[in-house]
């Protein structure tokens, strides 16, 4: 039986919209849109995950115009009627982008809110009142604490990437914005990862959700074929240059930004050019590597986990994890970049012993075993079957693990987060008591009295 969901003039949205997405070639809406735009349109509060490349963006974008192509309402001076918040300033740009093209034939005034950038222009910007705002934290806290922006009229609030928003890094972040909303407020937040954990946390930002879920969780898209090589440290240089020459367009993910940067030079003396991408690179060096390699000037990107998550580009062919990826998580988004919009892709991990137990807890996240080769030091390869750690190496290379990590975070916190972390404490555990189900009530209450 035919789903009568299945085109876009099904789900309820404006013909600007519609039209928008048609000048765009597609030609139906994807599963996450079928299901997630009616909803939205619907007021709900959503936790929508699917998986990487299936069009989540214009699922939450497409409703949004609709609504201020309905609406014709203007914002007041110094407010946003809609804000997505995003975990990277390459996200926001991207998002920014997007809207412009689902948004071509709607009037609509929107800006991005993100640092590396002058605050001068934001400040001109959001005194006129804008339609939408897309923000990384840190720089719409900044406005926040300044006045140049008010959220109190914001009707909507879309976190995207949203488990990585609720991480130790952007939590308390996240929570001090999302009390300055409007309790009455849609909220959405969107993912292609969502631990049991955050999903929990969540919680307390959302009233009555649905959950909208496409495809199994933390699932790689089946689309990629995905590869695993074990090789010591010292081959993977060796051996990533074996990969490269001659690939299509790759990104290859490092552990860090100084690694991401010898690999380039590594590269480039073996005859092969490529860009780096990384926290430590100006905001301009980070926009030119990601143009250069989206306009195909330049087929190697080589790249920190800043461009791990929601950036979409063209016809990446292969992933290269050179180091593995030590959150789970990270593998599926990282991966991700290649097979997007229905396309096939090529991800290759390289992993050395002291990886194995990353590898260990990807495939359990992901709840499949990869395919393995071994490499030799000729440079031979032999396919290995079976487990790669038994159980109790696992558990005693875990427990050594967390226990450097415990250490870690314990200096970490101290130095970093001590004050706001006590502020996050005591927060908690109101959040827990009866003074947050009588705030949960009067939102519910608003909420109902708005529709
Ligand atoms: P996203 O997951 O939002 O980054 O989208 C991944 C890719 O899918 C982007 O390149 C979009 O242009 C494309 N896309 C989104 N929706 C559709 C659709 N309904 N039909 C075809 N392509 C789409």
Do not use: W
Not at 27 to 32: D, E, F
Not at 153 to 167: K, R
Not at 225 to 235: E, F
Not at 376 to 392: A, Q, W
Request: glycine letters at 6%; aromatic letters at 4%.
């Amino acid at each position: 039986m035919r789903n009568i969901l299945e085109e876009f003039k099904d789900l309820g949205l404006t013909k600007r919209v519609i039209k928008a997405v048609e000048k765009e070639n597609y030609k139906t809406p994807t599963l996450i849109q079928q299901k997630l735009i009616p909803k939205m349109l619907d007021g709900r509060d959503i936790v929508g995950t699917a998986q990487t490349g299936t069009g989540k963006t214009a699922a939450f974008v497409l409703p949004l115009l609709h609504r201020l192509e309905e609406g014709k309402r203007r914002a007041k001076p110094r407010t946003c009627t809609n804000l997505i918040v995003v975990p990277t300033r390459e996200l926001a740009t991207q998002i920014f982008q997007n809207i412009s093209i689902y948004g071509k034939f709607i009037l609509h005034s929107k800006t991005v809110i993100m640092g590396g950038a002058k605050a001068s222009a934001q400040i001109k910007a959001l005194a006129r009142g804008l339609d939408i705002v897309i923000a990384t934290p840190g720089r719409l806290e900044d406005h926040l604490s300044t006045k140049n922006i008010f959220l109190n009229y914001t009707s909507t609030v879309i976190l995207d990437e949203a488990d990585q928003m609720m991480d130790l890094g952007f939590y308390p972040a996240i929570r001090r914005i999302m009390n300055l909303l409007p309790e009455g407020r849609q909220t959405l937040l969107l993912t292609a990862t969502m631990p049991k954990q955050v999903r929990d946390l969540a919680n307390e930002f959302l009233i009555n959700p649905i959950d909208v879920s496409i495809g199994k969780q933390s699932k790689p898209i089946e689309k990629i074929n995905q590869k695993i090589l074990l090789a010591d440290k010292p081959m993977k240089k060796k051996l990533l240059v074996e990969i490269l020459n001659g690939v299509f367009k790759a990104i290859v993910f490092t552990k860090t930004k100084h690694g991401a940067d010898k690999i380039v030079r590594y590269l480039r003396d073996n005859g092969l050019e490529s860009i780096a991408i990384h926290g430590n690179k100006s905001q301009g060096q980070r926009q030119r590597s990601l143009d250069m390699f989206k306009k195909d000037k330049i087929n190697i990107l080589v790249a920190t986990d800043i461009a791990a998550r929601g950036i979409d580009i063209d016809d990446v062919s292969h992933v290269v994890n050179f180091d593995m990826p030590n959150v789970p998580e990270s593998y599926v988004h990282r991966i991700g970049r290649t097979a997007r919009a229905g396309n096939d892709g090529v991800a290759i991990s390289l992993c050395d012993n002291s990886e194995m137990v990353h590898l260990k807890d990807i495939e359990k996240l992901i709840n499949q075993k990869l395919s393995k080769e071994k490499v030799m030091e000729d440079g031979t390869r032999k396919e290995v079957f079976g487990d790669i750690m038994d159980e109790k190496e696992f558990s005693l290379s875990k427990k050594k693990r967390n226990s450097r990590s415990r250490h870690k975070n314990k200096s970490f916190k101290e130095k970093k987060f001590n004050k706001s972390k006590s502020e996050f404490v005591k927060e908690g555990t109101k959040s827990n008591s009866r003074i947050n189900k009588k705030k949960k009530d009067k939102k519910l209450k608003a909420r109902l009295q708005r529709s």
